[in-house]
C-alpha cells in the first residue's frame, strides 16, 4: 500500500478538495483507494456519502483524534487489499500529531490558498516539516500546488521564491473554481464530471496524477494508461 498525505497546517487551503479528487481519480482508474479522514470536522467521509453508490467504491476511515482522548478510533481500519491510502490531514497539525502523519507518508502534498495568511503559514509549516527532518531522512516526497487561483495572483511570489530556495516549486496551480464545488456536492471529482464542465480542471490535475504515476505501482495493468505505463517501465527496470 502507497501512501499519500494532503496537508497543510492552514484551514480551507483545498487539503480534502485535493484528498477527495485524487481519490476519484485512482478509483476510476481502477486502483483500491482509501481514505483516512484525520480532520474532525469529517469533511471526506462526508463526501464519500454523498458519492453515488455506482460509481468505484472509496472505502473511508475516520482517524480523527475522539473527543476527550488521544486515541485513535477503531474505526481505521482499511480493507486489507488496498492499494492507495490518501491522509486527509486536519488543519494546525503539529507535534506529535505531525510526527504520527509524516512518519506514515510517502509522499506529501501541500495545497495553499491565496490569501496573504495562507501563504506565510505555509511557509511556516514548510519549514516545520524540515525541521523534522522526516522529510529528508526518509526521503518523503514533498510538492506544493497553488489552490483557488484567480487570474494573476502576486501574492505567490514570495512563496515561490521560498519554495525555490528548498527546489520546491509549484507544481501546479489549481483554479478557482465553482466546478470543484459542484463535484464536492455530488460526491464527485472533476475527473467523473461532464468532461465539457471540467476540461481545465482536469488539466490542472495532471501534473499531480503525473508525478504519483511516476512512483505509484498500484492499480491492476490494465486500468489507467500512466499506470500501464509505469508497471512496464517498472519491469523493464527490473
Ligand atoms: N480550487 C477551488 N475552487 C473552488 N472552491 C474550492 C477550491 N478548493 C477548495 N474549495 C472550496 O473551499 C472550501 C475549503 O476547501 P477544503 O478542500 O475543504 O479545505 P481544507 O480541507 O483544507 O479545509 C470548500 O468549500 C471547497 O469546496
Ligand atoms: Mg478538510
Redesign the pocket.
Known amino acids: 500500500m502507497r501512501t499519500v498525505l494532503v496537508i497543510n497546517s492552514k484551514g480551507g487551503c483545498g487539503?480534502?478538495t485535493v484528498t477527495t479528487n485524487l481519490a476519484s481519480y485512482y478509483a476510476a482508474a481502477g486502483t483500491r483507494v482509501a481514505i483516512k479522514d484525520y480532520?474532525p470536522?469529517g469533511?471526506s467521509l462526508q463526501w464519500l456519502k454523498s458519492r453515488p453508490a455506482h460509481l468505484p467504491r472509496i472505502h473511508g476511515a475516520n482517524a480523527a483524534p475522539q473527543k476527550g482522548f488521544l486515541l485513535k478510533s477503531l474505526q481505521t481500519w482499511l480493507p486489507t487489499d488496498t492499494q492507495l491510502q490518501l491522509i486527509?490531514a486536519p488543519g494546525g497539525a503539529k507535534g506529535l500529531l505531525l510526527q504520527e502523519l509524516m512518519g506514515k507518508a510517502e509522499f506529501v502534498v501541500i495545497p495553499v490558498g491565496p490569501s496573504s495568511i495562507d501563504v506565510h503559514a505555509t511557509a511556516d509549516f514548510v519549514k516545520d516539516l524540515f525541521l523534522l527532518g522526516r522529510v529528508r531522512s526518509r526521503n518523503t516526497q514533498v510538492v506544493v500546488v497553488a489552490n483557488r487561483v484567480r487570474s494573476s495572483m502576486p501574492v505567490y511570489e514570495p512563496l515561490e521564491r521560498f519554495l525555490r530556495s528548498l527546489s520546491l516549486p509549484f507544481l501546479t496551480r489549481i483554479r478557482d473554481s465553482d466546478a470543484y464545488i459542484r463535484a464536492a456536492e455530488q460526491g464527485l471529482g472533476v475527473f467523473e464530471m461532464d468532461p465539457a464542465e471540467s476540461t481545465a480542471e482536469r488539466q490542472e490535475f495532471q501534473p499531480i496524477v503525473r508525478w504519483l504515476d511516476g512512483h505509484l505501482a498500484v492499480g491492476p495493468a490494465t486500468a489507467h494508461p500512466n499506470v500501464v505505463n509505469l508497471a512496464a517501465r517498472r519491469q523493464v527496470a527490473v
Open positions: 487539503k480534502t480532520d470536522q469533511s486527509d
